[in-house]
């Protein structure tokens, strides 16, 4: 079965820093395409970055160019978010996911991320 675990989040001051961790497991992880997402409350979920299954190739939304940079390990199945100069419009729940989603419809449970002084 197909499971998403994410951590990492917390409550930072502006200008902080966070990395988030998704551990996945249940498909063949080396081979996807994997993506983090954010969403809001009242918000449509939408894609922060995205990596290919070698590493080499990542791209990001444009408000976190410069400031996000993600990665992945797939001796560990893991996804990283390194999250630097964070902002108070970065406030979201994050969760990672397949390109395509590995299980239709399922999402983890997501990490909390709060910027806030």
């Known amino acids: 079965q197909v499971q998403f675990v994410e951590s990492g989040g917390g409550l930072v001051p502006p200008g902080g820093s966070l990395r988030l961790s998704c551990v996945a497991s249940?498909?063949?992880?080396?081979?996807?395409?994997m993506r983090w997402y954010r969403q809001t409350p009242g918000k449509e979920r939408e894609m922060v970055a995205g990596?290919?299954?070698?590493?080499?190739?990542?791209i990001y939304l444009d408000s976190v160019k410069g400031r996000f940079t993600m990665s992945r390990d797939n001796d560990k199945n893991t996804v990283y978010l390194q999250m630097n100069d964070l902002k108070p419009e970065d406030t979201a729940v994050y969760y990672c996911?397949?390109?395509?989603?590995?299980?239709?419809?399922?999402w983890g449970q997501g990490t909390q991320v709060t910027v806030s002084s």
């Open positions: 249940g498909f063949n992880f080396k081979i996807y395409f």
């Open positions: 990596v290919n299954t070698s590493n080499r190739s990542v």
């Open positions: 996911n397949g390109v395509p989603p590995p299980q239709e419809q399922y």
